[in-house]
């Protein structure tokens, strides 16, 4: 893909980009062919700049113009597009499922542990809406709910519980 439709509205929302690419990989091509074209035209600026810059060495400057505002805002929503579907909580739940533990996520994701089990504790709730809403359809019913509710709500690794232990 090297550029958008040319009736096409610009992609400069979230939105606009979950609906504008039919795949991940077109979306993951375009973000790439923007973010490549405004690194490759800052770097021939700087080159330029400090009078280093060899049309015989480096790129063809004409070739790689600067990135427009409407194409800035388009590599913005499309890099969000993609890092909310990339880091989709069910991949938390599918591991968490899997047997994998919550300091295990947390390093994994590059958080902390109170921060991943209140987002998979907000996820299975917007499940439990989801399974409510379409009747039942899709998302989490009444039991898997309460099922991820108290696995989210388990005592860190390391630490028992001392209601349990008679403390």
């Not at 947390?106 to 299975?124: H, I, K, L, M, P």
């Amino acid at each position: 893909m090297t550029a958008p439709d040319p009736g096409r509205e610009p992609v400069i929302t979230y939105w606009q980009a979950q609906d504008a690419y039919r795949t991940t990989i077109e979306a993951c091509e375009r973000f790439d062919e923007l973010a490549g074209r405004d690194l490759t035209a800052r770097a021939l600026a700087m080159l330029k700049a400090r009078g280093t810059y060899d049309p015989a060495k480096h790129a063809d400057a004409s070739k790689y113009q600067p990135l427009t505002a409407d194409e800035h805002l388009e590599l913005l929503a499309t890099g969000e597009m993609l890092a909310r579907r990339y880091r989709h909580p069910a991949h938390v739940h599918d591991a968490v499922q899997a047997g994998v533990t919550w300091p295990q996520i947390a390093e994994a994701t590059g958080s902390d542990e109170a921060r991943v089990r209140q987002e998979y504790r907000e996820w299975a709730d917007s499940q439990h809406r989801l399974h409510s809403y379409y009747g039942g359809t899709i998302g989490l019913n009444d039991a898997d709910h309460a099922a991820a509710i108290l696995r989210a709500s388990e005592p860190p690794a390391g630490r028992g519980n001392e209601r349990e232990a008679g403390q």
